[in-house]
Every structure is written in C-alpha cells, then in structure tokens.
C-alpha cells in the first residue's frame, strides 16, 4: 500500500465480505481504506480527539458499515460504534467502562445484529446488541468465563469460550 510508514504505524485490517477492499487502522485513530489490488488509499474516518485508539473490528454485509472498537486508555471507556461504509461520523451502538466492555466485537452474518461480550461482577459473559439500537440480549449468564464468540455463517448460532470444564 502506498504512502504507509508501517515503523510508525499500529495497523490492523479487515476485508471487506466482497473481498474488494481493506479498511485499516493506522496510528491510533485514523481509519483508511483502499483497494484489494494496492494503489492509493482514501482516509474513511479520523478520531476528532487525539487519545482514542480506534479499530476496525469487522465489515457488514454487502460492505454497508464498518463496525469499529473505539477505546480511550486515558479515560478508561471503550465504545462500539457504526461507521458508514462510505465515511461520515460513527454511531456508537454501545459505551461503557473498560473493565466491562471489551472491544472485540462481530457483526452477524445480516448486519443487523452484534455479538461480544461483557464483564459484571467478575464475569465475562456474551451479549448481542441490535445495531439499530433495539436494546441488549443476554446471551449466557453463570460463573464461567464465556468469551470470544463469533457467529456462525448462517446466523442461527453463536460459538464462543468457555472456562465452565475450570480448564
């Protein structure tokens, strides 16, 4: 990719579904895409404030958003937002703390929900959020740990970690 100092870059990619483009994090909040082949990139979004780390964490389908993992270490707060597939300003779907909310996150496979996970009480357990802001579901609720989900390709079902077996 052309015009990319990776010495002084953090850079963190994702595809998109149709496999034509890469939106990639660069610094700690500029977001820039380009296409599969190489060439020039475009700057699709750049975090306002100079603090937050910004990360692309997956694209929707048929590329219509860019679901992105906005973390601010000074301020101890995480968000997951929306961001247009064409640029624009993002729309956070959640915020909170950053002992509770994780910024790994994943569309479903119709990009009307979000899967990741959440931490109460010592607990990690696995939330879907309704990206037109319809509310949260909880997914699993008991002692274990339950991390790192992820949908399967027809959406009926989420995978995710468990410590439950204590191994």
């Given at each position: ?65 860019i679901l992105l993992g906005i973390v601010d270490v000074a301020r101890s707060t995480v968000r997951l937002a ?11 779907i959640l915020a909170g703390s950053s002992d509770e909310l994780n910024h790994t996150a994943q569309f479903s ?11 109460i009480a010592k607990n990690i357990d696995v939330y879907v959020w309704a990206v037109d802001g319809g509310g ?32």
């Amino acid at each position: 990719v052309e015009g990319i100092n990776a010495d002084a870059a953090t850079l963190i990619f994702e595809w998109s579904p149709d496999g034509k483009s890469v939106v990639y994090k660069i610094g700690r909040g500029e977001l820039r895409v380009v296409g599969s082949g190489g060439g020039k990139t475009e700057l699709l979004w750049a975090s306002p404030e100079k603090e937050p780390y910004v990360y692309p964490l997956d694209w929707s389908e048929q590329n219509r958003s860019i679901l992105l993992g906005i973390v601010d270490v000074a301020r101890s707060t995480v968000r997951l937002a929306v961001l247009p597939e064409r640029g624009g300003e993002p729309r956070t779907i959640l915020a909170g703390s950053s002992d509770e909310l994780n910024h790994t996150a994943q569309f479903s496979p119709d990009g009307k929900y979000i899967v990741g996970t959440k931490r109460i009480a010592k607990n990690i357990d696995v939330y879907v959020w309704a990206v037109d802001g319809g509310g949260e579901t909880r997914i699993t609720d008991q002692p274990a740990d339950d991390d790192h989900p992820f949908w399967s390709p027809d959406g009926k079902h989420i995978v995710f970690v468990s410590n439950r077996a204590k191994t």
